[in-house]
C-alpha cells in the first residue's frame, strides 16, 4: 500500500521522532550489533608496520557476539500518526514538513534562507524549483524484512539538510562526526535508482559474476541520499552510474587484487579512462586500435556509457569539469600506487595532501548537474567555492576511510589509509587513531560551515542551491556508508 502523507522530520538515520528533536540532535545512532568501529575498540595498542597492523585488523574485526541492534521501529512506528507540521517564520509557506523546530536557524543568512526557499519550491532568482512532494510508503510494503539498519519509513525529510548535528557512527563508541543531517530518506525511491544502476552495470559489464555485491553496496542509494534535491529518476541514476564507474576504476585498477588490480598497470590503465570519457581527434589507423582497447574493458565501456549519458544532460563546461576532476584525481591514485609498488608508507600529512585531490569533491561536481541546473565555471572555480567544496569533499572523504579500515586493510597489499597511517606514524593504538580522524573530519566540516556561512553574501541562486547540496552530499555519504554493505 502506497500511502503518501506529510511526515515530520527524521532523525539521522530515516525514523520519525514523536516530537521533533531539539534542536538538532540526532534521533537514533545508525547502532549497528557489530562494525569495523565496534571491533577496532577491541584492539591492542602499538601497530608496527601498516601490513602487521592491516592484518590485526581483519582479524579483530570480525564480528564477536552480536549484540541486539538499536530499536529503530519503534521510534518509527510512533512518529507515523503524529504528524506536525511547524512553519517557521521567515519562510514562505507552504514549508514541507519534515524539518526540527527552530528550523531554519535564527542566524541563517537571507541569501542562504533565499536559496532553501528556492530549492523547497517556488521561484528563486527568475529560477524555477519545482516543491518536492512528499510520501511515507509503508516499509513492509517495500520488500525484503525490515532491517534494523535501514530505515522503517520509506521516505522522510525534504530536499535540503536542515542543519549540523554529531551524528554517531560505527557502535557509537567513539566521538561523533559532526555533519549536516540526512536530507531525504527514500528507500522506493533509492530501490528504483539502484535497481536501473544494477541492469545497466550487466549491460556494460562491470562487476559481472559480483552483480549482487554491486546491488547490495547501493551505489543507486548513494545518489537518491546525497542528491535530495530531485526525485528525477534518471539523474539520479546518471550520479549513480558516475560514481559507479569512478568506483569500477578504483576497484578494479587501484584495489582490489582479487579483480586484478596491480599498481604497475594502473596508470597505463588510467589514461585510457581519459579516453573513454574524452574521445580524442581521430588518428588514423591508431584510432580503431585504441577503439578495440575501449570495447575490450567493462570499466572503459563503463565510462564511455555514463559519460554519453552526462553528455544528455550537462552543458559542455559541467562536462569538462566531470572529466578534468576525475583525471586530476587520478593523479593521487598514480602516487598510491607507487607507494603500494615500493612497500612505501608516506607521512600522513602526504597522504592527506593527496587524498584531498583524490576526495567525495569529485563526486560532488555532480551535485548542480544531477539536480537539473548550472553553476557556471567562474563560480564554481572562484576559489572560495572550490577551498569549500574541497573541505567537504575531504570530510566525506575521512568518513570513508572510517569506515573502511577493515576492508582495506583486508587486501594482500593493504591500502593507505588515514586511520591507519596516524596509528603508524603516532605509533598509537587505533582506537586513538580513529579519535584523530573523527578529529580532523570534524574540523573540515565545521570549516566548511564556516565558508557556507561566508559564501550565503553572493547573490547567486545557483551557487546558494549547490552550497545546499554539498551539505545534504556530505549527509548522505555518512548516512550510506553506515549502511552500505561494502563497508559491512
Ligand atoms: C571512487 C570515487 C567515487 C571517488 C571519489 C572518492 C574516492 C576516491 C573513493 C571513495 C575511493 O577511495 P577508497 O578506495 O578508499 O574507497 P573504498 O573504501 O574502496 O570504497
Redesign the pocket.
Known sequence: MVETREVPAPGADGTIAETPPEPVPERVPEVRAETPAAGLGRLPHGPSGLGTAAARVVDLLRPSVPEPAGDVSDAASSGSSDLPSPVPSGLPSPLPPGLPDGFPPGDLPGVLSDALTGALGGTLGGLHVPRIPFTAVDAGECGGPPSPYRPQTARVGGPVSPGYAERPWGDGSFSPLYCPITARIDDVLAREVNDRLVAWAEEVGIYAGHLEQFRNAGFGRLSTLCHADTDDVDLLLLGAQV?AA??A???YY??ESELGATPTKLPPRLALVMSAMDAPPPAGKYTRQLDEALEADPVLRAFASATAHLRRHASPSQVMRICNTTFQ?YVSWTAYAAWRHLGELPPVWRYLAARQH???Y??MTLIDIVGGYHLGADLFYEPRVHRAVMQAGTAS?IV??L??VE??AADDLP?C?VVLLIAEEENCPLPEAIESAVALHNDFVRGFEASQKELASIPSPELQRFLQGVQSWMAGGLEWHASSD??K
Do not use: I, K
Open positions: 560514481n569512478w568506483w576504476s578504483d576497484d587501484a584495489d584525481m583524490d576526495s567525495f569529485t563526486s572523504v570513508n576511510d569506515h573502511s576492508r582495506e591500502d589509509n561494502r563497508y
